[in-house]
């Protein structure tokens, strides 16, 4: 055999080694990235599967959360009078109504009915225009008439006895959707000043004293619940519920409430 070849031959081999080196490499190239388009996605799919999990139980936390009770069907409620707004109940006593407020006269509720509107002497639970029907405010007054036998806000007196007052600790607001627990902080005689109009409590220092009156009054006819355990502050909201003494023109009675618990209701 000849020298050419022989050389020839040699050439071809090492031609035929390189490509084969190449297709060897080419293959183990495609299988990386098979391997590493195969775990991209991978992930992918497993992060799919995390956040519908995910989705499933905030689903399901929302649709199986707790919801306090609401008694009131503010639906028909509101089909005969679209001022009724809220309700107010405080155990222990006859105060058990629906609460309204007038989108014009601050004094209509003072004589008429909160179902029908029609004239009535010993008028409705109601607020004024000054407070906002959110019970968001810092300070809000609800009224209702004393002396009407034991109707209104007349049974709010109950709380002038040390022993009553100390029993019962709460009243209740509902709405729709909402449930507002209040921890009734003291009870007691005021006089004759409009809350609203006569204090400014939109002064954050006007508000703080207001507050601290609240929790210390300067009378004898009261009860303070020390048990509370705490200052009431300015960021409280504040319930006040004001009715009359009989034969006493120039007095009110007091029964002040802080929000403790806002729920939502079915």
């Keep these: 055999m000849s020298e050419e070849f022989k050389q020839v031959n040699s050439e071809d081999d090492e031609r035929r080694q390189g490509r084969g080196i190449l297709i060897f490499l080419g293959i183990i190239l495609i ?51 679209d001022d009724i707004y809220a309700w107010i109940k405080v155990p222990g006593t006859k105060v058990d109504y629906p609460v309204v407020c007038h989108p014009e006269d601050d004094s209509f509720y003072l004589k008429h009915d909160a179902y029908t509107k029609k004239w009535l002497s010993s008028g409705a639970v109601y607020t004024e225009l000054g407070n906002s029907i959110a019970f968001d405010d810092s300070v809000t007054v ?28 709460e009243f209740y607001i509902y709405m729709p959707g909402r449930k507002l627990t209040y921890n009734i902080v003291s009870a007691f005689k005021f ?59 120039s007095n009110r009675y007091l029964v002040c409430g802080v929000l403790i618990e806002d729920e939502k209701t079915n």
């Excluded at 109707?151 to 100390?166: A, N, R």
Aim: aromatic letters at 12%.
């Design 31 to 81: 299988l990386a990235a098979s391997v590493y388009l195969g775990f991209y996605l991978y992930n992918q799919y497993t992060a799919r599967q995390s956040d519908e999990v995910i989705s499933s139980v905030a689903a399901t936390t929302e649709t199986t959360e707790q919801k306090a009770e609401n008694p009131i069907d503010f639906a028909s409620l509101q089909k005969q009078n």
């Design 142 to 169: 609800v009224y209702g008439h004393n002396g009407y036998g034991d109707t209104m806000f007349t049974t709010l007196h109950k709380f002038e006895e040390k022993e009553f007052f100390d029993k019962h600790s």
């Design 191 to 249: 006089d004759d000043r409009h809350i609203l109009n006569c204090f400014q409590l939109n002064d954050t220092a006007v508000l703080a004293s207001f507050l601290s009156m609240l929790q210390s009054p300067e009378t004898n006819n009261k009860n303070v619940r020390e048990s509370f355990g705490r200052r009431l502050n300015n960021d409280d909201k504040i319930v006040i519920l004001s009715t009359c003494f009989s034969n006493q023109k």
